[in-house]
């Protein structure tokens, strides 16, 4: 049974600095491209970041470029979300998933994503 488990979400202030992990169990995942999802109250599920299969090609949504950094560990089945000079619109419950589409190119769009997480809340107060 494949499972994605997030973890290192929390509370945190305004300009702190957080790092999420994903581990996957169950399926092996280093073929594929693998991303990171958010959700803050009350508005729909957006994409956040994304990386490669090789960890060579990254991709991020314009309001988290240059503060956030999406890195893998396919050895360990893992992908990673460093998140720095956090603001408080970056709230949100965090997901992470799995595009089985093969292929490097990373997709935005939610339902190009085959497996998802349960998600982790991170709450940035101002």
């Known amino acids: 049974q494949v499972q994605l488990a997030e973890s290192g979400g929390g509370l945190v202030q305004a300009g702190g600095s957080l790092r999420l992990s994903c581990a996957a169990s169950g399926r092996t995942f280093g073929s594929y491209v693998m991303g990171w999802f958010r959700q803050a109250p009350g508005k729909d599920r957006a994409f956040v970041a994304g990386?490669?299969?090789?960890?060579?090609?990254?991709s991020y949504a314009d309001s988290v470029k240059g503060r956030f950094t999406i890195s893998r560990d396919s050895a360990k089945n893992t992908v990673f979300l460093q998140m720095n000079s956090l603001k408080p619109e970056d709230t949100a419950v965090y997901y992470c998933?799995?595009?089985?589409?093969?292929?490097?190119?990373?997709?935005?769009?939610?339902?190009?994503?085959?497996?998802w997480g349960q998600g982790t809340q991170v709450t940035v107060s101002s």
């Open positions: 998933a799995v595009d089985l589409y093969p292929g490097n190119y990373v997709r935005r769009a939610e339902d190009a994503y085959d497996y």
């Open positions: 990386i490669s299969s090789s960890g060579g090609y990254t």
